[in-house]
């Protein structure tokens, strides 16, 4: 079955930028939309953006000067990039897979997620 | 402040019915398909209701998603032990284009 595995550092100083990377195997990213979910401590969740199959982006308008989300074919994958990073970007962060309604022209399920990957903003 | 709104916990006894509301508007659930995902304590969410109220595969017939106007609802039948968790609604919202999710319920099975 499709499996989504996030990976990337644990720790990122304040002001520098967090990168993760989410690898999906059964499934290929040519074929899906793919999205990056944050949940900080306690809270709930907070969508960051996704990657359509053919490369195109949407991010959350909260987070849009400071997300990129990008992908990488060859090796199946997908990633984050979140710069000038603070206290309030550590959460634990999630890729999952999107449905797309082609009527509507937006996502709506998220059916597959991965384990989620915790990522600490701290000096 | 999130979009969506959902009461912050729900309880009952092992056996019940509870439902679990998720309240938003004409550019998000108004327009759009609704999802409502199962996280367990320490775990990803799961994927439990898509389209509003299509279970996936593998997923209980106690578990339910219906959509009135600008509201969803999930219902859980036959409350078991293990269904305590926090339960999430999530769609697309026209007007910010970005997918919101509600605050989170927790669920408690006394």
């Known amino acids: 079955q499709v499996q989504l595995q996030e990976s990337g550092p644990g720790l990122v100083k304040p002001s520098e930028t967090l990168s993760l990377t989410c690898a999906v195997s059964?499934?290929?990213?040519?074929?899906?939309?793919w999205s990056w979910i944050r949940q900080p401590p306690g809270k709930g969740l907070e969508w960051i953006g996704y990657?359509?199959?053919?490369?195109?982006?949407n991010y959350n308008p909260s987070l849009k000067s400071r997300v990129t989300i990008s992908g990488d074919t060859s090796k199946n994958h997908f990633s984050l990039k979140l710069s000038s990073v603070t206290a309030a970007d550590t959460a634990v962060y999630y890729c999952?897979?999107?449905?797309?309604?082609?009527?509507?022209?937006?996502?709506?399920?998220?059916?597959?997620w991965g384990q989620g990957t915790t990522v600490i903003v701290s000096s | 402040q999130s979009v969506l709104t959902q009461p912050p916990s729900v309880s009952a006894a092992p056996g019940q019915k509870v439902t679990i509301s998720c309240s938003g508007s004409?550019?998000?659930?108004?327009?759009?398909?609704v999802s409502w995902y199962q996280q367990l304590p320490g775990t990803a969410p799961k994927f439990l209701i898509s389209?509003?109220?299509k279970r996936p595969s593998g997923i209980p017939d106690r578990f339910s998603g219906s959509k009135s106007g600008t509201s969803a609802t999930l219902g859980i039948t036959g409350l078991q032990t293990g269904d305590e968790a926090n339960y999430y609604c999530?769609?697309?919202?026209?007007?910010?284009?970005?997918?919101?999710f509600g605050g989170g319920t927790k669920l408690t099975v006394l």
């Open positions: 059964a499934a290929s990213i040519s074929s899906y939309y």
């Open positions: 389209e509003n109220n």
């Open positions: 990657i359509s199959y053919s490369g195109s982006t």
């Open positions: 999530g769609t697309w919202d026209s007007t910010l284009s970005a997918v919101v």
């Open positions: 999952a897979r999107c449905l797309y309604d082609i009527l509507s022209g937006h996502i709506y399920d998220m059916d597959v």
């Open positions: 004409s550019s998000n659930i108004g327009n759009s398909y």
